[in-house]
């Protein structure tokens, strides 16, 4: 059974960083895509960045040269450093995974990915 736990979100000023990791179990790691998404109120979820099991990444224009997805295959982790935070990232932030590789780079579509975390709260204040 799949399971994804968040962790890392808080609140921080503008400008600052964040770290979020996902604790992922269940599966064999290192061979699935994993994708980090945010979803604020009243607005629907947003792919933010994420990896396939070749270490290729994909990101969100918004978040470009500020976010920074990343795994540790040993621990069974994926992590998203978060630098340059602005109010407009204010979200929930999911972690998801899914065993298909994608020749093309992994996709920040949702549903692209089956298995997905509870959520952790990031929220910037100006």
């Known amino acids: 059974q799949v399971q994804l736990v968040e962790s890392g979100g808080g609140s921080v000023q503008s400008g600052g960083s964040l770290r979020l990791s996902c604790a992922a179990s269940g599966y064999t790691y290192s061979s699935y895509c994993m994708g980090w998404f945010r979803q604020a109120p009243g607005k629907e979820r947003e792919g933010v960045a994420a990896?396939?099991?070749?270490?290729?990444?994909s990101y969100a224009d918004s978040v470009k040269g500020r976010f920074t997805i990343s795994q540790d295959n040993a621990k069974n982790t994926l992590y998203l450093q978060m630098n340059s935070l602005k109010p407009e990232d204010t979200a929930m932030y999911y972690c998801?995974?899914?065993?298909?590789?994608?020749?093309?780079?992994?996709?920040?579509?949702?549903?692209?990915?089956?298995?997905w975390g509870q959520g952790t709260q990031v929220t910037v204040s100006s």
């Open positions: 998801a995974a899914d065993s298909i590789f994608w020749s093309r780079g992994p996709p920040l579509g949702a549903e692209a990915f089956r298995y």
């Open positions: 990896i396939d099991s070749d270490g290729s990444t």
